[in-house]
């Protein structure tokens, strides 16, 4: 396992031993994901991966973190769309702060998806 791929999400002890889920080191919402289970009966630990590829944006063009995607969405969603009401809203909650350029280009994409 590549040790600088996954990022730790949690664990949870289950029927057959303690698993350790990751992330995609660069989202949570990558569809690639692995855990490793440490069974109560034996002292090796066995690695699961997803089926799936990774599905997340090339980490250089990647702009906003996902809680700031997810939160720009969620307004975007209740009618605003000012680009510096965002911004305020983002800081009000106390998240990472994008620049306007960076926030503008988001919005531009995304509505671009929106109307394809
Ligand atoms: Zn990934």
């Avoid at 855990?35 to 990774?54: I, Q």
């Avoid at 809680?67 to 305020?88: A, H, M, R, Y």
Wanted: hydrophobic share 30%.
């Amino acid at each position: 396992m590549g040790e600088k791929l996954w990022r730790m999400s949690g664990k949870n002890d289950g029927l057959r031993g303690r698993k350790i889920s990751y992330n995609c080191k660069y989202s949570k919402l990558c569809g690639a994901k692995v855990y490793l289970l440490f069974k109560y009966d034996s002292d090796d630990a066995e690695l699961y991966r997803t089926t799936s590829e990774h599905t997340h944006d090339d980490p250089k063009c990647r702009g906003l973190t996902d809680s700031t995607k997810e939160k720009v969405i969620q307004l975007l969603n209740d009618g605003v769309n000012k680009p510096k009401i965002i911004l305020s809203t983002i800081k009000e909650c106390g998240l990472e702060e994008p620049p306007i350029r960076m926030l503008k280009n988001f919005l531009f994409h995304f509505r671009r998806k929106q109307t394809e």
